[in-house]
């Protein structure tokens, strides 16, 4: 059962355009909603991170947007540039379940085109 | 400075054998993770030791025994390798369980 379920699986962009990826989570527990970015042969690095007390929290151009009630999440790139070309996993975690495990998404491959 | 390193970068070898892969971290960090990445990108949780006690170990072949020396190390060995063991190997620590997690640079392992 995958409790975290993220779309699209591919996406393309223009330079300069909104990049926009969705997921979807069914442990109501999670309280801990990260994502990850990686690049062609590199491991995920943290990106930018939300926890259920907040419904958007915005670094530089990168927004979580966060819906508790429909128990959904985003990632918003506005002036998605070709460096942001890589693999984007949205994950979630429950710190009351003990064990902090992180659930990952299947990731989402993103190509900005000049 | 490399935080989370990994050795080696890449493993081939032949199905039956047996092979370690070693993760070490500088960063000070209690806890330790390995992940598997299979071909379609999918990343899994294996293990995780917090101050060298595993306090995770997800339902994977007991062929695979994690090894925590110290805090700093978590390496991970694989017997009686099948082809289906393929894939990158992921190691990740963060300073406390639920932090942060912070990657290594993966150990592309392939078995013929």
């Known amino acids: 059962q995958q409790q975290v379920k993220q779309s699209p699986q591919s996406l393309i962009v223009q330079k300069g355009g909104i990049s926009i990826i969705n997921c979807a989570y069914e442990?109501?527990?999670?309280?801990?909603f990260p994502w990850y970015q990686q690049f062609p042969g590199k491991g995920p690095a943290l990106l930018i991170a939300i926890r259920p007390d907040v419904s958007e929290k915005k670094e530089g151009r990168f927004t979580i947007s966060f819906n508790k009630s429909a128990k959904q999440f985003s990632l918003h790139i506005m002036d998605s540039q070709p460096g942001d070309s890589a693999t984007y996993f949205c994950a979630a975690s429950s710190a009351g379940a003990g064990s902090y495990q992180l659930t990952f998404g299947k990731g989402t491959k993103l190509s900005v085109i000049p | 400075d490399t935080a989370v390193s990994q050795t080696p970068k890449y493993l081939v070898t032949q199905m039956g054998n047996d092979k370690s892969i070693k993760c070490e971290q500088n960063?000070?960090?209690?806890?330790m993770y390995w992940y598997k990445q299979d071909s379609k990108k999918f990343l899994k949780i294996m293990f995780s030791y917090n101050n060298k006690e595993l306090i995770i170990n997800e339902t994977v072949p007991n062929r695979f025994s994690p090894k925590s020396p110290d805090k700093a190390h978590l390496n991970l060995h694989i017997n009686s390798l099948e082809l289906g063991d393929s894939a990158v190997y992921f190691c990740?620590?963060?300073?406390?369980?639920?932090?942060?997690?912070?990657f290594g640079p993966g150990t592309r392992l392939t078995v013929l």
């Open positions: 960063l000070g960090h209690d806890t």
């Open positions: 990740a620590s963060s300073p406390q369980v639920g932090d942060t997690q912070y």
């Open positions: 442990n109501t527990a999670f309280d801990y």
